[in-house]
């Protein structure tokens, strides 16, 4: 397998995570999505993957793109250790967890977004920090209220297993750091992602683990 790969995107470290939790070996190939690189819009990447994003999966002779159906299919494929739950309706929570953060906080405040903020509508850094800030503070408002039901131990989104849910919420929750966001009012988040940072899986698949296309290495 073959992951195009960026090492702060959400996207791409929620599929590095799913691939280490079921321990399938990959090799990543770093696109670099800042300017002056800006490798996602060269007509070599646009030619695997038209929507110029990361993460893009290549298993054999196919290609898969978007995190989200990534992991479906490697749930599909390689369903040991599985990242859903058996039963339908748990399944549905789950999914639902996932999506919050995948739907409905990243692709506010994903990297073209916050780009085009800057650039078209020429907002300042500080505008476009207190942008980020309002759709963390919205989403995790929401999420930290939902899994003080949901999780069975305190140290996974749902239940007492790690979830595709937690798979979504740990990048989302780096990244709320990166951006200096205040995640004070959100203990019972904070506690799962400590405990889930320390796993093997999560903590080979944070972007500190990762090659950064500026030091080259």
Request: hydrophobic share 45%; proline share 7%.
């Amino acid at each position: 397998m073959r992951l195009y790969d960026y090492f702060r995107s959400s996207a791409a470290y929620r599929v590095r995570i799913a691939l280490n939790v079921k321990g399938i070996s990959y090799e990543s190939l770093g696109v670099d999505l800042r300017a002056p690189a800006s490798v996602q819009r060269s007509a070599d990447f646009l030619a695997v993957n038209p929507e110029g994003l990361v993460p893009v999966l290549v298993d054999g002779e196919r290609t898969f793109t978007q995190s989200l159906a990534i992991i479906e299919y490697l749930e599909e494929t390689r369903p040991q250790p599985p990242l859903l739950p058996r039963v339908p309706r748990e399944r549905a929570q789950v999914r639902a967890l996932a999506l919050a953060v995948a739907c409905d906080i990243h692709p506010l405040n994903n990297l073209r977004v916050l780009n085009y903020l800057r650039e078209s509508l020429h907002a300042d850094e500080a505008a476009v920090n207190s942008w980020y800030a309002h759709w963390i503070a919205q989403g995790f408002t929401a999420l930290e209220a939902q899994v003080q039901n949901t999780s069975g131990d305190g140290r996974c989104m749902f239940g007492k297993a790690v979830t595709l849910a937690d798979v979504c919420l740990v990048p989302q929750m780096a990244n709320a750091h990166r951006m200096k966001c205040d995640v004070a009012p959100y203990p019972t988040l904070r506690g799962i992602c400590t405990h889930l940072e320390a796993l093997p899986a999560f903590a080979k698949a944070a972007p500190q683990a990762q090659r950064n296309p500026n030091q080259g290495a």
